[in-house]
């Protein structure tokens, strides 16, 4: 074999026994897991908005980030259930680039896998004792979520992953609800497949153990638009996208049918400042049918303190080092109008 073996990776056992999650967090969590559970199972009116930074890179920065999203959080919550994006793995179309806090704590430097575990679990612990919202993030290495799942309300599954045996298996022992993204090729049988797999029991190997898992019901669609073969961006979140999307669901008969939208990727084409208007499109297309307004449960949006993005040595505080986002002024205001809409 041509592997060359650095260092040998912590437990979760290890890593949960030296950081464990103090109680009162753990009642955080518990009451977040229900209200947000309560939205795709038709309990709740609320509105999901899963919103932060594309990549959370630095711990300071993405915890002033949740803070004032806490703050928001009290101005919309009649209405909206912010859950902060807090992606601490990133998939990478070609393999070069940062790949998240997991591998490299900090990104000015070389890889450190082990370190990057801590790392990513204390930035959770502090994002949700600062701020009382626990967070989702994406599942991109399926063997690694028992590092963090004590810690997580929602779960993203992406595009370049849902196809993929072993997420789809995994995630059918999880309790809290997973979004599964439609491919980066459009197919939305992919994406459907992917979620009734999710949804049904497994037996299967698991960080060295045969598990058994009941099926995850609140696994539910992420739309976020595709690309053709030309490479070029095709948006799946218009009115007639949606209906379309959420009738092949229907057929399906699947638990808790439910859509998040994705609005940056290829449903803006990467054009950051176009998720608001994007949002509110989406939350017109809901008043516009009572289908669309019980099948569309929440909105994806990347955000942060600074607007754009930046390259990895320019070091300005609270600025994505990976796809850009909204900044903070305009983040605000979006979602402040969303509340109003819903």
């Known amino acids: ?3 060359t073996k650095n260092m040998k990776i912590p437990t979760p056992e290890a890593v949960l026994e030296k950081m464990p999650l103090p109680k009162n967090l753990k009642e955080i969590k518990e009451q977040r897991d229900a209200e947000i559970g309560d939205i795709f199972a038709r309990r709740s009116h609320k509105f999901l908005l899963v919103i932060g930074p594309c990549s959370a890179h630095n711990e300071d920065a993405v915890c ?3 803070s004032r999203l806490a703050k928001l959080q009290e101005a919309v919550r009649e209405t909206l259930i912010l859950v902060p994006r807090l992606y601490t793995n990133k998939p990478r179309t070609t393999g070069e680039g940062y790949k998240g806090m997991g591998h490299q704590p900090d990104p000015r430097k070389a890889p450190d896998m082990s370190e990057g575990i801590y790392a990513v679990r204390q930035m959770h612990i502090r994002a949700v004792r ?13 063997g690694n979520l028992p590092y963090v799942d004590d810690l997580l309300s929602y779960i993203a599954v992406g595009a370049r992953s849902v196809e993929n045996q072993q997420h789809r298996l995994t995630c059918s022992g999880v309790d809290v609800p997973v979004g599964m993204k439609n491919p980066t090729g459009g197919d939305l049988s992919v994406m ?10 497994h037996v299967f190997i ?18 976020r638009g595709a690309v053709d073969v030309t490479g070029r961006s095709m948006p799946n979140y218009h009115f007639e996208d ?10 399906r008969r699947l638990a808790n049918a439910a859509i998040v939208v994705d609005t940056n990727h290829n449903n803006s084409g990467k054009q950051f400042s176009e998720q608001p208007r994007i949002g509110l499109e989406v939350i017109r297309s809901r008043q516009n049918s009572a289908f669309l307004n019980d099948m569309i449960r929440g909105l994806m949006v990347e955000s ?13 505080y609270g600025k994505s080092i990976t796809d850009p986002c909204l900044g903070w002024e305009d983040t605000e205001a979006f979602v402040k109008e969303l509340a109003e809409g819903i």
Not at 242 to 251: F, I
């Open 192 to 201: 459907l497949n992917a979620i009734h797999a999710s949804q049904i029991p």
């Open 242 to 251: 949606l209906m379309y999307a959420a009738e092949l669901y229907r057929q």
């Open 64 to 66: 002033e980030y949740v």
């Open 206 to 223: 698991y960080n060295g153990w045969e598990v058994r898992t009941d099926g995850n019901p609140m696994t539910h669609a992420v739309l």
């Open 304 to 316: 942060y303190l600074v607007e754009g993005a930046q390259d990895v040595n320019d070091g300005v």
């Open 1 to 3: 074999m041509a592997f």
């Open 130 to 142: 600062e701020s009382h919202l626990t967070a989702a993030d994406e599942m991109l290495y399926p």
